[in-house]
């Protein structure tokens, strides 16, 4: 069973900064990518950030410059800079994980964290 926990959000002014962690813990044989996807109500989720293991980081647009993801062991962080009131959302930790080397891949979420940023 593989879990994953996220922390870090929460409210924040407009131009400040935080940073979410999302650790992965459980049965892990390897771990293709993790990332960060966020929703607001109504809204379908977007994906905010990805880093495949071993490859380069890709952003939306909209954070690119402002946000930063990376990677540790079976943890990835989200630096969030510079955070815009249209940041405002439940953002959500994923990873692609095989757990077993026989498994097949699969996506996991985590439960998400609300960031808030008022103007």
């Known amino acids: 069973q593989v879990q994953l926990v996220e922390s870090g959000g929460g409210l924040v002014q407009a131009g400040g900064s935080l940073r979410l962690s999302c650790a992965a813990s459980g049965s892990i044989f390897s771990i293709n990518s993790m990332g960060w996807y966020r929703q607001t109500p109504g809204k379908q989720r977007e994906l905010v950030a990805t880093?495949?293991?071993?490859?380069s980081a890709e952003y939306v647009d909209s954070v690119k410059g402002r946000f930063t993801i990376s990677t540790a062991k079976n943890t990835v962080y989200l630096q969030m800079n510079s955070l815009k009131p249209e940041d405002t959302a439940v953002y959500y930790c994923?990873?692609?994980?095989?757990?077993?080397?026989?498994?097949?891949?699969?996506?996991?979420w985590g439960p998400g964290t609300q960031v808030t940023v008022s103007s």
């Open positions: 994923n990873a692609d994980i095989r757990a077993t080397p026989i498994s097949n891949r699969r996506d996991y």
């Open positions: 880093m495949p293991t071993g490859d």
